[in-house]
């Protein structure tokens, strides 16, 4: 990876975890309903199951299955988490030093995005968008 690539990594990423789990659930449903994309991954159930998913969270459908229980308990898991974690910062600086960083200009790339997240979120209540 380019050191390029691994700054529009490292920016997609934190964009992704800012979005939050349930835009980023509604996100890839929409990706996998996506006429262009390969069918396989359609077959698989998986769009089905997070449609599922989705449903039980909103309240319009109960758990039914002992995978269903399962699975509402891992998303509530990560609703309630922080969106941004010591391992995930960690694996970005991996990142950037593989993408050929010098360890002090990763620590340094890594401490700048995470106080600017940090400050952007600390005084933000952290809201899902809701659905009708």
Known sequence: MT???ALDNLAFLVGLRLMGVDARRRLRLALLRHPDLDTRNRADGIAERLEGLDAMLDGRREPE???DRLDLARAEHE????????AFW???SVELMGAGFTAQQA????QE???RVD???AGAPQFEEETA
């Open 3 to 5: 050191p390029d690539a």
């Open 65 to 67: 299955t002992l995978q």
């Open 79 to 86: 609703r309630a988490a922080a969106p941004f974690d010591p």
């Open 90 to 92: 960690l694996a970005r």
């Open 107 to 110: 620590a340094l790339l890594v």
């Open 113 to 115: 995005v995470r106080g």
């Open 119 to 121: 400050a952007d979120t």
